[in-house]
């Protein structure tokens, strides 16, 4: 609302009108309308005849008419309730009269919070200060950080006022600029990349600034826009991309065009060294720092030298002696050298000792040696305890490794795993990690075991192991001058060639794909071409004709090979080919992506599964309704018919992606054995607001989650409950090992620093989680698979749905369901259908209830919902008899969901033109863009989830799903943007803070809810190690010297005393004697399996966590916990590297409970007795309070014993 202002004096500035304006805005005659402090604007006419600053008129405009209407009832006329005196002049308010729309920029800043404006003044002036400042240049190095703190020079470029500084304070970046051959090249770097600055005169008269960085910078030049034709090659499909709509300013480079820098770019680019040409301009720049607000500047003198140690003659005799050494070997040398582990000289230096090594001990232990070796010399960057010399360390190392023999990776005995190597591209560097354990898939485990170290699954991202985002101002072609030469011309790596093979759906969305470089096997010559045309028939196809001229589509037929699957041996007696059922108007295939199976075969391939995992892991013993399968050229579910005999499964037309008659083994990529829990998010709740649910329902249900999880350090059983509801220290089964403890009456664990860190960590997972993605949980709300009623029993917008937890009674959903399939963008994503309830007697689901699942009628439902299908997606299902809060007031039609057109060439697909696809998706891929898009407009339209872009959005959306299917990216220009540049609360980046004034508060149900948590105080979960700055003499002993000590000379008097060691000694001392002797060679298999899990947990947090900083590793407690505390700007970065630690821990925890458990052979009590053993001694090392890399691991591994000890308990009374 405006109001009219008049008889201002004009001796107040625009400043002082404000402030004063504010106090009275902001008093307690507002507070009902606005608790907190609203924004307000304030023009002022500019004085005509120039006489004055401005002519005592202007306009207040105000947030609403509740609070114009309320201001001229107090201020308002000649004579006012209560008189505005403005430097001794009353001000007169009347309502304004001017008939046109508020300016568009005067709204958006109305959103945002009110800020003093001498504050905003002060930062405005500091921008400026900032954005008109630079500091030249005269000298630009980069190099190395060596271990006696010596910054070693391995480029350097004189460039003498060609080149400068300057703050970018918008961005929160520094920018390097310099000219070199008439081209202007840019180095940018972002304030959280930099660890340190040290800005000082270098031996009291070289004016010196030396950035210490997380991660490589960003290197670019300009492009002037009458240089870059856009689409001018018809062969680039990553500039012919719609994404593309306009020029581009600048370039992303690989490496600058300057002496060395290509050659030393991949290991010299996270210290930067700069040479100012004066005194002055050290001192200018470090005024500046401070009015950037930059930390961790400091003045301490930087020692400097010229050691070449990435010099061409250094890089090629370390490449002489990679061309004479197995892969394995090979491909460790690499991942410490990429990994900035240590320098090229240094690894020279070992290998002599290397190669002697692999002539006594051979590839395999030299491999698993040195795989044991970086994790170690890593730390010498920051344990104090470490010896300073790499070689000693290696030395230590081989002397650790020659007291276990048969040292190895530590993984469950499963026929579905393989050894993966993986590789990251990134724009500067490749970094090498593994190999790991990993489901396999088809093509790999039909090859021999040997071979897996063939096959490379490597990703394309940018710096700091981010996804590539599209920039406006910068050419996406990078991706193809990067990119494109791996994919179509392949991967060389110590004189081994490696080619692009394939990858699966999921990977592709992490812009990973697999490469595999040419071997034998049974004499035959295997490489990438060979593996495609073994998979199958895809050209041809009846169902699929014009397959082959669609790359994206041909690629997903393939991919569906290198799903990640659980393989199992089931002899099929017979696969019958059944008829899809479609709707009577023949528009929807209502059966489509489900099949049928016998009781017997999903029995069958249950007790294939349970076999599989051996001891490690328990699973249900009735076996699921449905799984998800590949077999053949098929993939899809099959659910239990009741009315199938012997071991036969039934296939449809829908099912078949192509033909491979070959591959008649079952993969299950998941079994559907129990039922999963009920979340909201975000798109979810600002959808169910839309249809009339209102914010107090969610907030009921968010305060419930919150509770639960602040109280969770209460009790043990408290933290497993929460601890099992969102998925947190399943690797390590901690959720069971609490409730056992429980059980022992230990309710908690007062004197562990470590349990509480645990505590605290998880806590912090799911608050953030609750926070930042409103992942609410809802009792009595259930998440299952879809199928279809193959027997027509149900009738038009109706559903069945049997529930069998893991604890509790079966549950028969009856009555309206509130059904939806995410992701949720349309107002008719969620609907209400009717639940039968328990089945009738004589009936097919009395018959066969497939449990866990969601049967849905004829008439096809999922089809309504997100364009879901029955071949894996799971619906979410609210029973509103239960929880009729959530009864919509609202309904609204589903969308069409009409299936992409799909991106044709004008010739069968070749890999080339996979490859060229590949290249466009990483950089067209706007899923993510279109749904926040989505959730921004619908924020801040009055029409909320009904404005036309918001409509147009939903449309898009379901393209952009279909997009790695159909080759059909939607085109950036075509997405509706949001209606303000200024954004709500809810969507500020975790690395920015909310309060800076740069966002609104949302007043949607999702802005409510996330300014209702309050997260942990975060210093402490993200304090990064620092290198050490003092030397230490003293030795470290090795570890499992270590051990050993306290195998021999266990401290009774205090590990004997505490209470937990006594509950779990009284309970195993039911079966076992805990007094007797232990065994040397038993106790030696212990120091062994110890040994190794602290080396391959160091791997796995190194390899899991979030930066390319050399000092960067996961905590222990995170790797227990599952999760990564470490702030990100990408989350779902985050995300995929949190589920694949949580892999990596659960095949390492599983692979040592296996260990303990012995073979098949081996008793349950002396599985018991070996489990006891490990806890009993790693408890008492873990009560010797050690601190720094002597006590990684040992905590956990006490977890992990204690786990094996309750599972060796419940297998012996199982049994008796």
Same mark, same amino acid.
């Given at each position: ?1000 508060? #949302? +007043?949607? &149900? ?5 300014? =209702?948590?309050?997260?942990? !105080?975060?210093? *402490?979960? @993200?304090?990064? /190690? ?82 390319? #900083? +050399?000092? &960067? ?5 995170? =790797?227990?916990?599952?999760? !990564?505390?470490? *702030?990100? @700007?990408?989350? /779902? ?84």
């Amino acid at each position: 609302m405006e109001i009219f202002m008049s008889n201002v004096n004009w001796n107040v500035d625009l400043n002082a009108v404000r402030v004063h304006l504010a106090n009275h805005l902001h008093s307690h005659n507002f507070q009902d309308l606005h608790p907190t402090r609203m924004n307000f604007h304030v023009h002022l006419f500019p004085d005509r005849r120039r006489l004055h600053s401005h002519a005592g008129k202007g306009i207040l405009t105000l947030p609403d008419e509740n609070t114009g209407n309320r201001f001229l009832e107090l201020f308002g006329s000649k004579q006012p309730r209560i008189s505005m005196q403005i430097h001794n002049k009353q001000v007169w308010f009347t309502r304004s009269t001017r008939t046109n729309d508020i300016r568009r920029d005067v709204v958006e800043m109305l959103m945002l919070p009110y800020m003093d404006p001498y504050v905003v003044a002060e930062r405005q002036q500091r921008v400026h200060q900032l954005e008109r400042a630079t500091i030249p240049i005269r000298t630009l190095q980069f190099g190395w950080e060596c271990r006696d703190y010596v910054f070693s020079v391995e480029c350097e470029y004189e460039c003498e006022g060609a080149a400068s500084l300057a703050f970018n304070a918008e961005k929160r970046e520094l920018r390097i600029t310099l000219r070199c051959d008439g081209q202007i090249y840019h180095i940018a770097i972002s304030h959280s990349q930099i660890r340190e600055i040290t800005a000082h005169e270098y031996l009291g008269n070289v004016p010196a600034i030396v950035f210490t960085l997380h991660s490589p910078p960003t290197y670019e030049c300009d492009i002037p826009f009458e240089n870059l034709t856009i689409g001018s090659d018809p062969h680039d499909a990553v500039r012919q991309s719609p994404l593309i709509d306009k020029a581009y300013r600048r370039r992303r480079l690989s490496f600058l065009p300057i002496p060395d820098h290509q050659r030393v770019c991949p290991y010299a680019s996270l210290v930067i060294r700069l040479i100012c040409s004066s005194a002055a301009d050290l001192h200018n720049f470090r005024r500046l720092s401070h009015t950037a607000q930059l930390h961790r500047l400091y003045d301490y003198e930087y020692a400097t030298d010229y050691r070449g140690l990435f010099s061409s003659d250094a890089l090629e005799k370390l490449e002489s002696y990679l061309a004479e050494l197995d892969w394995c070997i090979v491909f460790q040398i690499e991942s410490i050298v990429h990994g900035l582990i240590v320098d090229v000289h240094e690894m020279l230096d070992l290998m002599p000792d290397i190669l002697r090594i692999v002539e006594h001990k051979g590839s395999t232990f030299t491999a698993n040696l040195l795989r044991k070796f970086g994790p170690k010399a890593q730390s010498l960057f920051w344990d104090d305890e470490a010896p300073t010399d790499v070689r000693q360390c290696f030395h230590d190392t081989l002397s650790e490794v020659l007291q276990n023999p048969t040292f190895a990776t530590i993984k469950p005995a499963e026929g579905s795993l393989c050894e993966a190597y993986h590789l990251t591209i990134t724009p500067t560097t490749i970094i090498f990690d593994g190999p790991f354990p990993e489901r396999s898939n088809r093509v790999i485990r039909a090859y021999d075991p040997i071979h897996q170290e063939a096959f490379l699954r490597v990703s394309f991202l940018d710096e700091a192991k981010l996804q590539y985002r599209f920039d406006r101002e910068v050419d996406p072609g990078f991706i193809r001058d990067r990119v494109g030469p791996f994919l179509l011309d392949g991967l060389v790596i110590a004189n081994r060639e490696f080619k692009f093979l394939a990858y699966s759906q999921s990977a592709l969305k992490e812009h990973a794909v697999w490469f595999v470089t040419p071997f034998r096997q049974s004499g035959k010559l295997v490489d990438a071409d060979s593996i495609i045309k073994s998979l199958g028939k895809f050209d041809g196809l009846q169902s699929d004709p014009e397959l082959m001229y669609c790359p994206a589509r041909y690629a997903a037929r393939i991919s569906q090979a290198f799903t990640a699957t659980d393989a199992v041996e089931v002899e099929v007696e017979e696969i019958l080919l059944i008829d899809d059922i479609l709707t009577a108007d023949q528009k929807y295939v209502f059966t489509d992506g489900v099949g049928t199976m016998s009781p017997e075969i999903a029995g069958e391939i249950w007790s294939q599964l349970r076999r599989t995992k051996r001891r490690g892991r328990a699973l249900k013993k009735s076996a699921p309704s449905a799984y998800q399968i590949r077999l053949m050229g098929t993939k899809g579910m099959l659910s239990t018919d009741y009315k199938l005999r012997g071991l036969a499964i039934c296939t449809r037309p829908s099912m078949t992606k192509f033909e491979a008659s070959r591959w008649t083994t079952i993969e299950i990529a998941r079994a559907f054995d129990r039922p999963g829990i009920y979340y909201l998010n975000r798109p979810l709740i600002m959808l169910l607001e839309g249809l009339g649910i209102p914010y107090n329902v969610f907030k009921e249900y968010q305060d419930q989650a919150v509770e639960e999880t602040r109280r969770a350090g209460e009790s043990l059983a408290q933290a497993a409950h929460l601890f099992e509801s969102y998925g947190l220290g399943s690797s390590f089964r901690l959720p069971s090992v609490m409730l056992n403890l429980d059980k022992l009456g230990i309710t908690v664990l007062p004197n562990s620093p470590f349990y509480a860190k645990m505590i605290e960590y998880g806590i912090n997972h799911v608050l953030r989680d609750l926070k930042n993605h409103a992942r609410i949980p809802i009792p009595g709300a259930w998440t299952l698979v879809g199928v279809a009623d193959v027997h027509r029993y149900l009738q038009p917008g109706e559903i069945f749905a049997c529930i069998k937890p893991v604890k509790g009674d079966t549950i028969y959903l009856e009555g309206p369901i509130l059904i939806s399939r995410s992701p949720t963008i349309h107002p008719g994503d969620a609907m209400i259908v009717n639940a039968v309830g328990r089945p009738r007697i004589g009936s097919c689901f009395a018959a066969e209830p497939i449990p866990n699942t969601v049967v849905f009628s004829e008439r096809p439902i999922p089809s309504c919902l997100g364009g879901g299908d029955l071949d894996g997606d799971v619906y979410n299902l609210i029973p509103l008899w239960d929880l009729p809060e959530f009864t919509p007031t609202k309904n609204h039609p589903p969308a069409r969901y009409d299936p992409a057109p799909k991106k044709k060439v004008d010739h069968p697909s070749t890999m080339d033109d996979v490859a060229d696809f590949v290249m466009e998706y990483i950089i067209s891929d706007v899923v993510g863009m279109v749904a926040i898009n989505w959730l921004l407009i619908a924020d801040q339209s009055e029409a909320h989830i009904l404005d036309p872009d918001c409509m147009k959005l939903a449309d898009l959306h379901s393209n952009a799903v279909d997009y790695p299917k159909s080759g059909q990216p939607v085109p950036i220009n075509e997405i509706p943007r949001p209606k303000f540049r200024v954004k709500p609360d809810w969507h500020a980046p975790e690395t920015v803070d909310v309060s800076s004034g740069e966002f609104y508060e #949302s +007043r949607r &149900a999702i802005g409510r809810l996330f300014r =209702a948590i309050d997260l942990p !105080i975060e210093h *402490k979960f @993200s304090e990064p /190690r620092t290198r050490r700055r003092n030397h230490r003499t003293r030795r470290r002993r090795n570890v499992t010297d270590q051990l050993s000590g306290a195998l021999g000379h266990l401290d009774v008097g205090t590990t004997h005393n505490d209470p937990v060691f006594l509950a779990v000694e009284d309970r195993v001392q039911e079966y076992i004697d805990t007094d007797r002797e232990c065994p040397a060679q038993q106790r030696e298999s212990i120091l062994q399996l110890f040994g190794s899990y602290t080396s391959e947990l160091r791997g796995i947090c190194l390899a899991n966590n979030l930066s390319h #900083s +050399r000092t &960067a590793r996961l905590s222990e407690e995170e =790797a227990v916990i599952g999760t !990564i505390v470490q *702030k990100t @700007s990408q989350r /779902r970065k985050r995300k995929d590297a949190m589920a694949t630690l949580r892999e990596n821990t659960d095949f390492l925890v599983r692979g040592v409970r296996e260990e303990l458990a012995g073979d098949q052979d081996t008793s349950t009590e002396e599985y018991l007795e070996r489990s006891w053993i490990a806890w009993e001694h790693a408890f008492a090392r873990a009560g010797r309070k050690e601190f720094g890399e002597e006590s990684f691991g040992v905590e956990s591994f006490a977890w992990v014993a204690l786990g094996a000890i309750f599972d060796a308990l419940r297998e012996i009374e199982e049994r008796q």
